[in-house]
């Protein structure tokens, strides 16, 4: 493929891109939520062909400084998929989403490469939302967290012939997101090795019973989030990994509180139906556990990711 040049030299580029909890208990590989943590990146493009990474904030000590950075792998990605040549880059890096924790921190690391891009060649190459999700889940391998990292909300995912898929839909305003990150941290490929291939039928109906009632839940009856976030296809296999996780997950649901494992784990997120019903469960999980967990008191995102032209001159 000839590739034409890229964007002009000094071009710069601001992206916001939220947190996201998947799966919410029986939607497996499916349902996300966007959560309003957000990690920040700006992009100005150099001469010649050189890179520049400079990362604060969450795992700055351990996030790459070269090409293999998951942001710049993105936008190398999507420059390659456009025809175009990428440029030299300096990317400055605020994480603030929790790594390993299972709020979507690599998701989110792909989509702000992907928006980067989008900023960068705007003018060019448009990258509109289906090339997007396209691309991402190209790189993250699923659709269920970078679909609300792009889009933001609650996001239904899905893959057809014509590739990945989504739907956003509205959140209630009484549904009060509170997520307990712990210190540890959990991959994502040792999660999913847990859970078996095949499950019982009447295991599978239950969750689809379960999801079907989740979306009411969280559009129409927040009242109902409780039965609506019951599964039987990953949570309880995945137990024997996250003790910890699993007796908190426990512990809320028995006190009337819709807990769930968030993502992949460690981090268990509650849907709770009301600001004050949130400082319940925060109260309840301090005296359910003498792990230390850090309790986040977050809104749901409705905007998703965001670019913005940050060139000095630009209007």
Request: hydrophobic fraction near 45%.
């Amino acid at each position: 493929m000839n590739q034409a040049a890229g964007p002009v030299r000094g071009r710069a580029v601001a992206v916001r891109v939220p947190a996201t909890s998947a799966n919410l208990g029986p939607g497996f590989d499916t349902l996300g939520l966007a959560l309003s943590v957000y990690d920040e990146l700006v992009v100005t493009t150099l001469p010649g062909d050189g890179l520049e990474v400079v990362v604060t904030g969450e795992g700055a000590d351990a996030v790459p400084r070269d090409a293999s950075n998951l942001v710049v792998r993105a936008i190398a990605y999507a420059f390659e998929s456009a025809g175009r040549r990428m440029p030299g880059l300096r990317l400055e890096a605020r994480n603030v989403i929790p790594h390993g924790r299972g709020l979507g921190s690599s998701g989110a690391a792909v989509v702000s490469g992907l928006l980067a891009a989008k900023g960068l060649l705007q003018g060019d190459v448009e990258l509109g939302p289906d090339t997007l999700l396209r691309l991402a889940t190209e790189l993250e391998g699923h659709p269920d967290n970078v679909a609300p990292a792009l889009f933001g909300g609650l996001t239904i995912a899905w893959v057809d012939e014509s590739g990945p898929q989504h739907k956003k839909l509205l959140v209630h305003r009484g549904v009060s997101p509170l997520v307990f990150v712990p210190e540890s941290t959990m991959s994502t490929s040792v999660a999913r090795s847990l859970q078996p291939l095949h499950v019982p039928r009447e295991d599978a109906v239950f969750n689809v019973s379960r999801s079907a009632l989740l979306i009411a839940a969280l559009m129409q009856s927040p009242e109902l989030l409780l039965a609506a976030t019951e599964d039987k296809l990953h949570q309880n296999y995945r137990a024997q990994a996250m003790p910890q996780t699993d007796r908190l997950v426990r512990s809320l649901r028995e006190g009337g509180f819709a807990g769930v494992v968030s993502g992949a784990g460690p981090s268990v997120l509650v849907l709770a139906d009301g600001p004050g019903r949130r400082l319940e469960a925060a109260a309840l999980a301090a005296r359910a556990t003498d792990t230390p967990w850090e309790a986040l008191m977050l809104a749901v995102d409705f905007k998703g990711g965001t670019v913005r032209d940050v060139t000095e001159g630009s209007t």
